[in-house]
């Protein structure tokens, strides 16, 4: 059985940005070795002979064919709402650094 340690749980947690109390800790700990123990056996079954399967459903094409919409409108338009303007684009406030 794979047994994952509190201590590889606290370095997951750090490597995800995540904190976690003690008892979240030894939660994710029995989880996660329950986890592993499961993809054990999976690794055990024998597939010799199968084809890799990439879908179940038959289906060969299940997307809309793309159609250009009118919505009455243009770009400028549009920019006429907006309280910023910068390249002919709203201008935003940046969100990632």
């Known amino acids: 059985m794979a047994k994952i340690t509190a201590d590889e749980v606290r370095k997951l947690a ?5 904190r976690f109390t003690d ?3 030894k939660r994710y700990q029995e989880e996660l070795s329950s986890i592993l ?3 054990e056996v999976l690794q055990k079954v024998d597939v010799k002979g199968l084809e890799p399967t990439s879908q179940v459903t038959g289906l060969t094409n299940v997307m809309r064919a793309d159609e250009q919409l009118d919505y ?12 910023a ?13």
């Not at 009455?72 to 309280?83: S, V």
């Not at 303007?85 to 650094?97: C, P």
Request: zero cysteines.
């Open 37 to 39: 123990s499961y993809v």
């Open 85 to 97: 303007i910068k390249d002919h684009q709203f201008k935003v406030k940046r969100i990632l650094e």
């Open 72 to 83: 009455g409108t243009n770009p400028a338009e549009l920019l006429k709402n907006a309280p």
């Open 14 to 18: 750090i490597l995800s940005k995540l």
């Open 23 to 25: 008892k979240e800790v």
